[in-house]
């Protein structure tokens, strides 16, 4: 993979079948893990950094009532710190949208 490999992308992730099964108390953190399991899986890279919004979006309704779908917006950036073991890392924010049904995955031109 070459540096040139900056990209921002849309998805939407549904979440409600990547908790079924977990406990109620452990819901919102066991989201998080998924959502980062995501993005290593679509970006390629095991740095991955959460927005801070993005973790009030999740926990908004507090550790049970976890979103059932989630637009996300991740994005493949260089990382510039020196003595990095990665020269990319994928950077997820969340998306504001009215409903999330029926999105599909859109690249998104940020410069």
């Known amino acids: 993979m070459a540096l040139t ?8 992730i549904n979440l409600h079948k990547r908790l079924h099964g977990a406990h109620f108390k452990k ?3 066991t989201a998080v893990k998924a959502i980062k399991k995501f993005a290593t899986l679509h970006m390629k890279t095991t740095d991955v950094r959460l ?3 993005l973790n009030v979006a999740l ?3 507090g550790v049970q ?3 059932h779908r989630m ?3 991740i994005s493949r950036k260089r ?3 020196e003595n990095a073991k990665e020269k990319l890392f994928a950077y997820v924010e969340p998306v504001n949208v009215p409903s999330t049904k029926g999105l599909h995955t859109v690249v998104v031109d940020d410069e």
């Open 5 to 12: 490999d900056v990209v921002t992308r849309e998805y939407t």
């Open 27 to 29: 819901r919102a953190p």
């Open 51 to 53: 927005d801070p919004r």
């Open 59 to 61: 926990w908004s309704r």
């Open 65 to 67: 009532g976890v979103p």
């Open 71 to 73: 637009r996300l917006r």
């Open 79 to 81: 990382n510039d710190e």
